[in-house]
């Protein structure tokens, strides 16, 4: 029964991001799911194969009502990648979804890119590339081989439209890299292979890499961010209630960095729920102040059971869908400060 409930919660969290949003910009230029790729590739010069690009209007555009006289701006450039939203096994017929999937592209669009990457966009210009995810089956399979493979193809398409933005749109400016989830399982790899040790890293505000383990052996130059006004660095948790720590983290070997997104942190302190300043859960319009505490607790972060509307029959101990959800307005808030900070050097 509570399984049955979590999954009606769910449903209407995910419902809800599709029809409460305010925008900044006119919404009048509808975005197209109806094209085609003729080769099955995604074509980065074509507008359709963003999700999110300054040239467009699109749902990462979108500024929660409260917010909307806050000063905008374009300072920096954020490169976004969203989290797998290839989970049904109805549609699985192959492993990497096909890039012009129209249903998939506007799930994204509708859900990670309105919900997640609108948290980034007061004072930078938003890049979130389509790519062809790998199916969320990769994360759980017994075949490591294949599950590798698919990723792998993933992390190409994004190395790609990362490469194309390079090429045509950064011309020097300075970059956040944001990411959850299976986007964060690229990120990380995008990290390693054009800031770890490069001249690139200069333009480097901070990494937001949520949702996967970040291993402390992971980079060799590249820095987890210990203040919260640190730059040129990286920060990243995962999201469990207070007490929980699931089965394939015990069984995991590898130790990873965490930041409290409360106090921007690596210690184990408590962060009272005072210190949140807004979650957003089903009314975009409506972020809800000190909604949950968090602290660090082991490779995870632990949060109180977060106070929203309905939250009574929320019975699930896993909030990883909420992991930046449960801190909107604080990583909007970081975001300000490292950008004020990194153009201050």
């Given amino acids: 029964m509570k399984k049955k409930i979590n999954q009606i919660v769910i449903v209407l969290f995910v419902l809800s991001i599709s029809f409460s949003c305010t925008s ?8 197209q799911y109806n094209f085609k790729s003729e080769n099955g590739k995604p074509d980065f010069s074509n507008l359709d194969y963003w999700a999110a690009h300054p040239w467009k209007w699109d749902p990462s555009d979108s ?5 909307l006289q806050q000063k905008t701006d374009s300072l920096v450039d954020v490169f976004f990648l969203h989290p797998t939203i ?17 249903y998939n592209n506007k799930k994204t669009d509708y859900s990670s890119i309105l919900y997640q990457a609108s948290a980034f966009n007061q004072h930078a210009r938003i890049f979130a590339p389509r790519f062809r995810e790998a199916h969320i089956s990769v994360y ?12 792998d193809f993933a992390y190409e398409d994004v190395k790609n439209a990362f490469e194309f933005y390079l090429q045509n749109n950064n011309n020097g400016r300075p970059i956040i890299i944001a990411s959850h989830s299976q986007g964060s399982t690229h990120a990380l790899r995008l990290l390693k292979d054009f800031f770890e040790n490069t001249p690139l890293s200069k333009q480097l505000v901070a990494a937001y890499v ?10 060799s130059v590249l820095e987890v961010c210990k203040t919260p006004l640190q730059t040129n660095c990286f920060c990243g948790w995962r999201t469990y209630k207070n007490g929980f720590v699931p089965e394939f983290v015990k069984k995991g070997t ?70 930046i959800n449960l801190f909107y307005t604080n990583i909007r808030s970081n975001v300000e400060a490292r950008i004020f900070q990194f153009l201050k050097q």
Avoid: C
């Avoid at 290839?86 to 129209?102: G, S, W």
């Avoid at 949520?210 to 980079?219: A, R, S």
């Fill in 24 to 31: 900044s910009k006119n919404s009048s230029s509808k975005i």
């Fill in 63 to 67: 500024i929660p009502a409260p917010f």
């Fill in 86 to 102: 290839y989970t049904e096994n109805k549609r699985f017929d192959k492993i990497n979804v096909a890039i012009d999937d129209a």
């Fill in 140 to 151: 759980s399979m017994q075949d490591k081989t294949i599950a590798k493979q698919a990723l």
């Fill in 210 to 219: 949520v949702g996967m383990p970040i291993p402390k052996n992971y980079f």
């Fill in 254 to 323: 590898d130790d990873s960095w965490v930041t409290n997104p409360l106090s921007w942190e690596i210690n184990t302190d408590y962060a009272n729920k005072k210190l949140n300043e807004g979650g957003i859960f089903y009314n975009f319009n409506k972020p809800i102040k000190s909604s949950a505490g968090a602290k660090i607790f082991g490779n995870i972060l632990w949060v109180d059971k977060p106070k929203f509307p309905g939250s009574i029959f929320y019975f699930s101990k896993n909030y990883h869908i909420a992991d």
